[in-house]
């Protein structure tokens, strides 16, 4: 059984830029929820996809989009970058969108730095 | 709103201190209850949950309890190690389909020899 992985581990970018990161959920898991990190604090919800559908969002803008895919890795994408969205993004991977177990499991992550 | 409050840190102990780090919750509803631990530079790790009242998560010698009437799920462990230290969040999950974990900003333990 693989755990939650998350690709890249590190970025840097500048501002107005796009970037897209990956995470790859738990085998068996249908439901990908993604988090942002800021320095010091606890992390915020973004969205959750469960089945290749978005399925709940948080208060973040349009420019963060996601995708979740047949084998249900997922991407979050964000446009036109800020330097508010310097970040650690995590994902999560749980079984069902529903469950009170639905913590799931949470990748490593990935630290964005916007310049 | 569904929210959750932690005592602020940062938290410094000495070996084998007794260790509590508050929480409380505000939610809708029956949600369950998490603590999360996040080591330096790593995402986070489930440490334990309770999925309804007076229910007990336990784990590594880390337990809460699930307190409706007071609305709390307080961290506690008889005796820290070093190697404890870290960031401790408390979240909530109402249970309701396409909604998320809602965390509390972290409490830093910091636990010297």
């Known amino acids: 059984e693989t755990g939650v992985t998350q690709s890249p581990t590190h970025l840097i970018k500048t501002r107005g830029q796009q970037v897209t990161l990956r995470c790859s959920s738990q085998?068996?898991?249908?439901?990908v929820s993604w988090y942002q990190q800021a320095l010091g604090q606890g992390p915020q919800f973004i969205f959750q996809?469960?089945?290749?559908?978005?399925?709940g969002r948080g208060n973040f803008p349009p420019r963060f989009s996601g995708l979740q895919f047949p084998n249900y890795s997922s991407e979050l994408n964000v446009n036109a970058l800020e330097l508010d969205d310097s970040a650690l993004y995590l994902c999560?991977?749980?079984?069902?969108?529903?469950?009170?177990?639905?913590?799931?499991?949470f990748g490593p992550g990935t630290r964005l730095t916007v310049l | 709103g569904n929210s959750v409050t932690q005592m602020e840190g940062p938290v410094t102990l000495s070996e084998e201190a007794f260790l509590t780090i508050n929480c409380t919750y505000t939610?809708?509803?029956?949600?369950?209850l998490f603590w999360y631990v996040q080591y330096p530079g790593e995402g986070l790790q489930l440490l334990l949950k309770?999925?309804?009242?007076?229910d007990k998560g336990s784990n590594k010698g880390f337990e809460a309890t699930y307190r409706k009437e007071t609305t709390s799920f307080h961290l506690e462990k008889g005796s820290v190690q070093v190697s404890d230290s870290a960031v401790y969040f408390c979240?909530?999950?109402?249970?309701?389909?396409?909604?998320?974990?809602?965390f509390g900003k972290g409490t830093t333990l910091s636990v010297s020899s």
């Open positions: 999560a991977s749980s079984l069902f969108a529903g469950a009170s177990g639905g913590a799931g499991y």
């Open positions: 085998s068996g898991h249908n439901t």
């Open positions: 996809y469960y089945r290749e559908e978005e399925n």
């Open positions: 939610a809708t509803g029956y949600p369950s």
């Open positions: 309770a999925t309804k009242a007076d």
């Open positions: 979240a909530l999950f109402s249970g309701q389909a396409g909604t998320a974990l809602i």
